[in-house]
T-cell receptor, first 117, second 113 residues
Framework: EAGVTQSPTHLIKTRGQQATLRCSPISGHTSVYWYQQALGLGLQFLLWYDEGEERNRGNFPPRFSGRQFPNYSSELNVNALELEDSALYLC????????????????FGNGTRLTVT | KQEVTQIPAALSVPEGENLVLNCSFTDSAIYNLQWFRQDPGKGLTSLLLIQSSQREQTSGRLNASLDKSSGRSTLYIAASQPGDSATYLCAVGWETSGSRLTFGEGTQLTVNP
């Protein structure tokens, strides 16, 4: 079974530019989650998509946005990049369905390392 | 505020030792708790998931316990090996947060040969 795949593995941008990060979930998983792991700040929840809809959003500004496609893959877009956006961005997937939607473990990809200079 | 705390932040042990990692959380209204492992520069690997109705889960040398009433979970690693060296993260899913998880800061474990 192929795991969660993220691309690119590394991304270097300058302040003010836009970054697009991509994620393909495990086959059969309908939910995709995005987390930011900045140095010294731990894992912070960004966004949760399920069946193409945004279900929940973390405490991040609107310049962080995303979408989920019909094949359940997802994009995270970060506009007007700032230096503090430099971080490892992790995508995870799970199955959010009956009978136990709350008990499918999250499976993470290896992340995209975004560096803003 | 819903928070997750992990103690200690770092732990160094000799190979073969049994060890316990601690996780505490505010608000006992959880639906599950998960333990993850993260190797440097990598993503997270799911180790164990404990549902709110369960008291413990076991996988190989790993055993995780859950005490909702006291807001605590422990991850027990038996007969530690150098390959167990990694950061271990505890994550809680609260009933009010849907599928969103809140992570602790992690415990960085080093097992010395």
């Amino acid at each position: 079974e192929a795991g969660v795949t993220q691309s690119p593995t590394h991304l270097i941008k300058t302040r003010g530019q836009q970054a697009t990060l991509r994620c393909s979930p495990i086959s059969g998983h309908t939910s995709v989650y995005w987390y930011q792991q900045a140095l010294g700040l731990g894992l912070q929840f960004l966004l949760w998509y399920d069946e193409g809809e945004e279900r929940n959003r973390g405490n991040f500004p609107p310049r962080f946005s995303g979408r989920q496609f019909p094949n359940y893959s997802s994009e995270l877009n970060v506009n007007a990049l700032e230096l503090e956006d430099s971080a490892l961005y992790l995508c995870a997937s799970s199955y959010w369905g009956s009978p136990l939607p709350y008990n499918s473990p999250l499976h993470f990809g290896n992340g995209t390392r975004l560096t803003v200079t | 505020k819903q928070e997750v705390t992990q103690i200690p932040a770092a732990l160094s042990v000799p190979e073969g030792e049994n060890l316990v990692l601690n996780c505490s959380f505010t608000d006992s209204a959880i639906y599950n708790l998960q333990w993850f492992r993260q190797d440097p520069g990598k993503g997270l690997t799911s180790l164990l998931l404990i549902q709110s109705s369960q008291r413990e889960q076991t996988s190989g040398r790993l055993n995780a316990s859950l005490d909702k009433s006291s807001g605590r979970s422990t991850l027990y690693i038996a007969a530690s090996q150098p390959g167990d060296s990694a950061t271990y993260l505890c994550a809680v899913g609260w009933e009010t947060s849907g599928s969103r998880l809140t992570f602790g800061e992690g415990t960085q474990l080093t097992v010395n040969p």
